[in-house]
């Protein structure tokens, strides 16, 4: 009995063939019924790992700028506390940490 992997072998080499199911299924030694059952059968659980006599294809990739908007505005972080900070485009990110640990501490500032 054949396994997934030989079957899938088959259905792939079948449909690179350009054969009938009839012509490549007498080709081969068995039933067009069963090519036509396998093919329904792969399509029908998705994509499965490529085969080792398949060679992966990769597309072209291009980089581009980030183009992401320009944030001029400052953030508003508002506190449990009722306290609010301000942060300015171009902050520090570890200054901006310790302000928000001294700015959530319960006693004044």
């Given at each position: 009995m054949a396994t997934r992997a030989e079957w899938t072998e088959r259905v792939e080499r079948w449909?690179?063939?350009?054969?009938?199911a009839e012509k490549f299924a007498r080709r081969e030694g068995y039933r067009p019924k069963q090519l036509y059952w396998w093919r329904w059968k792969l399509r029908a659980d998705?994509?499965?790992q490529p085969?080792?006599?398949e060679t992966p294809r990769f597309l072209p990739v291009h980089v581009v700028a980030d183009?992401?908007?320009v944030v001029t505005e400052p953030?508003?972080?508002a506190l449990p506390n009722?306290?609010?900070v301000r942060v300015r485009p171009?902050?520090?990110?570890a200054t901006l940490e310790r302000v928000l640990a001294?700015?959530?501490e319960e006693a004044s500032c």
């Open positions: 449909e690179r063939s350009g054969l009938s998705g994509p499965s085969s080792p006599t183009l992401s908007p953030i508003e972080i009722g306290r609010v171009g902050f520090d990110p001294l700015a959530a």
